[in-house]
């Protein structure tokens, strides 16, 4: 895809929000046209995190049924689903300005399980827009960092798929635990931040 006018405008677009708007701060100026363009995505999306709800509730469902290892399987895909589908996806269409090119970057970069990779982009979004050290953010009572206890659980899930193993209702407990507070440490605040609230079924509407 070759650079074209529209690219032109609004790389232009950039620079003059930069030089006229804040000159002193073009990059409060950039992060501000970012969140802009964030928010605008949830609300032509509103489903967006309707995925990661359904495996949350999945998984609810198969702890009460005893299931305990496919509970924990369901528990982390809602997290993965609720980091990278709910809150990687639509930074990446904020910043890709042409839709189709951002799907195949979001297809490519985000298709693989595990989410590692993307902790250091994580972490700087939660930062500039809400203000928080997402690798600060724990459980109540919980000494580890909370994204350290979701690799912990990742881990988990891969042995039960890979290798077989088993858990108990103690395991199954803390993967929903786990799940819960990475949806209200994590996703509310930043949909928050953006001036966004969570209603029935997962969906986003503007505050």
Not at 116 to 127: A, E, G, I, V
Request: hydrophobic share 45%; net charge negative.
């Amino acid at each position: 895809m070759s650079y074209d006018e529209n690219d032109a405008d609004l790389d232009d677009f950039y620079l003059r929000v930069g030089e006229e708007m804040y000159p002193e701060h073009k990059s409060q100026a950039i992060q501000e046209f970012t969140a802009e363009r964030l928010k605008s995505f949830y609300v032509g999306q509103p489903k967006v995190m309707l995925p990661a709800v359904l495996a949350f509730r999945e998984a609810q469902k198969l702890h009460s049924l005893e299931h305990y290892a496919a509970a924990v399987v369901f528990s982390a895909t809602a997290i993965e689903v609720f980091l990278k589908a709910t809150l990687l996806k639509p930074v990446v269409f904020g910043l890709v300005h042409h839709e189709s090119l951002a799907t195949v970057v979001v297809e490519h970069t985000f298709g693989q399980t595990g989410f590692d990779r993307y902790k250091n982009l994580l972490s700087s979004l939660f930062s500039s827009i809400a203000e928080v050290d997402l690798v600060a953010v724990k459980r109540e009572g919980i000494k580890s960092p909370l994204l350290d206890e979701v690799l912990s659980l990742q881990k988990l899930r891969n042995k039960i798929i890979h290798q077989g193993s088993q858990c108990g209702k103690a395991e199954a407990d803390n993967a929903l635990e786990i799940s819960a507070a990475v949806y209200g440490n994590i996703v509310l605040p930043m949909l928050g931040a953006l001036g966004l609230k969570v209603v029935e079924k997962g969906v986003i509407n503007e505050i």
